[in-house]
């Protein structure tokens, strides 16, 4: 029976079905591997079920001869050193789609919680601080409805964002490396633009773009600048697209009047600026954290690994191997 790690804790369902298919090692604690226990425990393992969390480089694969398929439990996959993996024929597989309504949810109640302020108002009530029941001044935020959304990178997540603006009667404005047709911009009601104009423009930036060495800050101090002193930056793309130390200076001396984060550079550490901040709303790399949406992506991940290993072509391979 071929055998395969688990990396983090994942739903028992799950580890109950694929133990009756491998020999399983699973990280049930959900203590995170530093490199060399993951190339302990990958020792003898022919896949790999992981997070992105989880850095796979080349000399970690170096050390893992047996290793066929790494699975990771997201979309992204900026955690594992593609070439290095093809090179040694190892496949990669992601989990796209099942996560985008779900992403897009969580990306709405942040830009919806910075303009409102609505973190703010709630640590406002628990310290006992409210003392007259209504102000006309207290805690003005910004309008959401009539604004103009600017989305950075229109993929499926991108999408989803720009079909919920219509409830809220937006303009939609979007930058993308490749323009989408002209018939799913009719149907999203999402205008192509250049970029600066976006920043310049837009009073909710939201940031849908992937990670890569081309995109590492592309929202620096530079973007930051053109955007509106009352525009809401939102990132729920990934740490590293956005740089959080300019963030935190823009947002520090009022540049641009807030944020909504939900992923950090350096995750789980961040800049110790975000914490001394008001204007800012943090959640913990939450994106797709429903119970539904969660168990679909390992059981995506489940089944990509499965096929590899049982000699099937996956449903979602990120990388070719050469014949």
Known sequence: MQKILITRAVFPEVVAELSRRF??????EDRPWPPEELARRLQGKSGAMATVMDRFDDPLLAQCPDLRVISNIAVGHNNIDLAACTKRGIRVTNTPGVLDDTTADLTWALLMAAARRIAEGDQYVRAGDW???????????????????????????????ARRARGFDMRVIYHNRNRLPAADEARLGAAWIERERLLAEADFVVVMAPYSPA???????????????????????????????????????????????????????????FLELRNVVMTPHIGSASRATRMTMCRTAMENMAAVLEGREPPNLVNVIPA
């Open 23 to 28: 020999e399983v090692e699973h990280n049930a």
């Open 131 to 161: 003392k007259i029941a209504f102000g006309v001044q207290y805690f003005l935020g910004q309008d959401i409805h009539h604004a103009t959304l600017g989305i950075v990178g229109m993929g499926r997540i991108g999408q989803a964002i």
């Open 215 to 273: 995109n590492h800050h592309l929202i620096g101090a530079a973007e930051i600048a053109k955007m509106k002193p009352t525009a809401i930056l939102v990132n729920t793309a990934r740490g590293g697209v956005v740089d959080d130390a300019a963030l935190v200076d823009a947002l520090r001396h009022g540049r641009i009047a807030g944020a909504g984060l939900d992923v950090f550079e350096g995750e789980p550490g961040l800049d110790p600026g």
